[in-house]
């Protein structure tokens, strides 16, 4: 007798035509820490959210952020709303380094402390074995009004889907 089918317990990676999650994020702000809906950044308007394994972390700090705030301008031409970048990080650490990056006012730096966004994403990434815990996968995530319009995971060490240049491209 073949056996039942496995109940697949891995979370489903969040797709393109999906609702975002509804849950409270923690924004990092030159104030300290504020709650923030995922309806009130994710709501309306066109969104442009990428995430990065850490805070002040090499590709992090050298090409990711860095080439978002380069590429502000021309994403507003397009049409996105808002720019922001969450990572598994307290929000002191965020505002740190938005300060470190000069991103303050310019990208919305979304604090996942507990990675429950990121879980809800199923974007989860564990690197215990190299001292880090479970962080966020690279990724980039398009919303359009509450829904997903495009998202892009990058794989592991990899660099190519999520920069701001791939996002342009897609838009």
Do not use: Y
């Amino acid at each position: 007798m073949p056996e039942p089918p496995q109940e697949d317990t891995q979370p489903m990676t969040i797709q393109t035509g999906d609702s975002i999650p509804a849950l409270t994020l923690t924004e990092a702000t030159a104030e300290g820490p504020r709650e923030l809906s995922t309806e009130a950044l994710f709501g309306s308007g066109t969104v442009v959210l990428f995430g990065v394994p850490g805070a002040f972390t090499p590709t992090c700090s050298a090409r990711h952020m860095p080439g978002f705030l380069q590429g502000l301008d021309a994403l507003k031409a397009k049409g996105v709303d808002k720019v922001a970048c969450m990572a598994v990080n307290d929000a002191f650490v965020m505002q740190a380094w938005a300060k470190d990056q000069g991103a303050e006012g310019k990208v919305t730096m979304i604090a996942d402390g507990s990675a429950a966004f990121t879980k809800a994403l199923g974007l989860e990434f564990d690197l215990t074995a190299r001292g880090l815990g479970l962080r966020c996968q690279r990724f980039v995530l398009v919303a359009k009004d509450g829904k997903v319009a495009h998202v892009a995971v990058e794989a592991p060490g990899a660099f190519e889907v999520s920069s701001a240049e791939a996002v342009l491209a897609a838009l």
